[in-house]
């Protein structure tokens, strides 16, 4: 299996992880260590090409989560001898590199320290200030991080992934609305994404499951979160995600019976009608039992869901049973 | 499939090789011809054309070609976003994969999924300690099951 490693890795599996960096000794080996950027070099030696950084880029990323720093440093020799040591990515991931390495808090300081002096110089070194607010949120100080996010998307009010990154850093502290506005950001910036159309969705659901909220807007959280789950599903055929959650949300609204669903007063809310809620429930129920049962036969044309989530609808599946089992009992 | 096209290919290009030699002979034919009757009668020669069969030769070995190569082409990517996003989820690396086993050059799964991991980022100390209690907790035996599942 030669497959391109072009993408981040950071999605991966553990164990892909590890098989993707106990292929980087041969990637290194088969690459060319030096590139040299002169024009007349390119004329004899083919040319260079972008994925190959990109490769490096990777391969460093999952070398030091697996532990392989020799690798990892091998690689961003690499990218230093191509790029210099004033490249601004190939900055962010030396510091990356040094983060891994560091054993000591002290340490961290220190690195924190250098990123402070890079920012002194130029402040608009985004990979670098995107690797500060990374470090500060790993060393707990949420608030410095949540500020200096704020502050990046001040200047740079189109990174989906700072506005992403930004509705984590609420989620993780418990601030659903802020949360959720953080990510309807991300889905102006990216409208078509139906996996951000799925994440809002598990965002509106998890806000109004919360304890303490209020009837009024755990109602316009339900109603928010039924919208995404079906656009996710409009934006893309068979997405198990988006059929997991509208099953979920239309089960929890079904279960709450119908004065749940009677529309607030100030009627801000446009609620979907209780026959348009079963039969969501029904279509998500049928899909979600399509998907399992040709995912667990290994059908051809089939093999591309995470074995997790197949696992997690069969669960939510079973659970519908039993229960209209006991119903019927 | 993809053998069948180059088999189907290689035969237009053998027929349509024929039909050029062909040609070539026919028009060498009657060149050498004029040349011998002109110089025996003096008369002009009336200017031939090439014969039914050949031109027939070219134009059937030319369609042939073209089917061959049309059977060989990879199957055409999805124009509706939701189909080609369907398609991505469901079938995976799979669904971009041609004949001989070799994924797509420019596939790289759901694109939007920088967005929820974020690579920029990337806490590397938590996923190494993350890394760390998988491999503690017996990972090592679900990476053999993983290497000998791949091969």
Redesign the interface.
Known sequence: ?A??V???P??LS??????LSQRAPTILRSSPSTVSSSPFSALFAGSEKSELWLQYENLI?SC????DENAARQCLQRLVARFGEDNERVQ?LSG?VK??E?KSNSALEGILKEYDQILSESDTNI?IV??R??LL??MGRVSDATSALVQLLEFSPTD???W??LS?IYLSQGLYPQAIYAMEE?LVL?P?????HA?LGELQYMAATAPGVAHGSYQKYMAEAIKRFSRSI???????RGYYGLKLVSKKLLSDGAKATKLPEDGEVSFPDTKTIERLNELATAKLVEIVRHSTAHDR?????SQAEIAAAQELLSEDESAASGIKR | MTFLSRVITAFGGLLLTHACYSAREHTALQSLRAATASSLTSSPTVSSSLPLDIILETLISTLIILVGLVLGTRPLRPIEWRVWAGKIEREGEAGFTDGSGVVDRDYMGNPFSVFESRPNFVDIRKQRKEFAEWVQKGGAEATRYYAGGTQ
């Open positions: 299996m497959q391109p072009l993408y981040p950071t999605q553990p164990a892909a992880a590890l098989a990323l030091l989560r697996t532990g962010a990356l983060e891994a560091a990979p995107k690797r607010i990374a949120r790993s989906a992934e700072a992403s990154e984590d991300v990216a078509n994404a139906w996996n951000i994440r409009e934006l893309c055929d068979d997405y198990l044309g089939w093999r591309g869901y």
